[in-house]
């Protein structure tokens, strides 16, 4: 089984929807959660980090349970700008990272 | 700017050449991490270290590919003999690795894309 888990999508969606990513994670143990979104042909970039008791930023919201193994990006009034790859990161012990294969999302003026 | 930085940013070699990928961490940052995208498909964790040791290398393939990060200078990633399946792109990140009290992110470079011909 993987360590992390993304639906790779794509996800095409008009401006202004509301969207959701989920990412699940096998590792009870992991430490810490990140979602980075990657341009084509670019580097990843960190778009947040997610707390345990979920963080808002902006029109980005992102949320953990952890008894469940997953993490949450809600991206509300999506913007074209917004198209792009969201990788989702867990930072396990030992301080080694793994990343989900991603999620494509593509807005649509 | 104290980003991390990569360098060369694009790279070809003939197969069965050697390619040396550099990476200089964020001013503070003691952690560096190797990962290999290629097209289409999503980042594949390869080698993990801090100065002068390897931390973990279970990504790494265990022939042709090395990787060091000395006391001065940059971390290398090093492909000997390289083959087409080498192309790709080759991100390094790096981090604080402080323990519990930082949140410990990962910040990449640009990249360095690996063409072999």
């Known amino acids: 089984r993987k360590e992390v888990e993304q639906d790779p999508g794509p996800f095409n969606v008009p401006e202004g929807a509301t969207v959701a990513f989920n990412c699940t994670y096998s590792?009870?143990?992991?430490?810490?959660f990140f979602w980075y979104r990657q341009d084509c042909r670019k580097e990843p970039k960190l778009l947040m980090s997610?707390?345990?008791s979920g963080n808002e930023d902006g029109r980005f919201t992102a949320q953990l349970n952890k008894a469940s193994q997953y993490v949450s990006l809600l991206i509300r009034d999506s913007q074209p700008s917004d198209s792009a790859t969201y990788l989702c990161?867990?930072?396990?012990?030992?301080?080694?990272?793994?990343f989900g294969t991603g999620t494509s999302l593509t807005v649509i003026p | 700017n104290a980003g991390v930085m990569q360098n060369p940013r694009h790279l070809v070699r003939r197969r069965g050449q050697e390619a040396r990928l550099r990476c200089s961490p964020m001013?503070?940052?003691?952690?560096v991490y190797w990962y290999r995208q290629l097209p289409e498909e999503g980042l594949k964790f390869m080698v993990y270290?801090?100065?002068?040791?390897?931390?973990?290398e279970s990504g790494m393939p265990k022939e042709r590919f090395s990787a060091e990060f000395p006391k001065e200078g940059p971390s290398i990633l090093r492909i000997q003999q390289v083959v087409r399946g080498d192309s790709a792109a080759y991100f390094c990140?790096?981090?604080?690795?402080?323990?519990?009290?930082?949140?410990?992110?990962?910040?990449f470079g640009p990249g360095t894309r690996l063409t072999v011909l």
């Open positions: 990140a790096s981090s604080t690795g402080q323990g519990l009290v930082s949140y410990n992110e990962q910040f």
């Open positions: 990161a867990v930072k396990s012990t030992g301080n080694q990272f793994y």
């Open positions: 001013k503070g940052h003691s952690h």
């Open positions: 270290l801090q100065k002068e040791n390897i931390i973990d």
């Open positions: 997610v707390y345990s």
């Open positions: 590792n009870s143990a992991s430490q810490s």
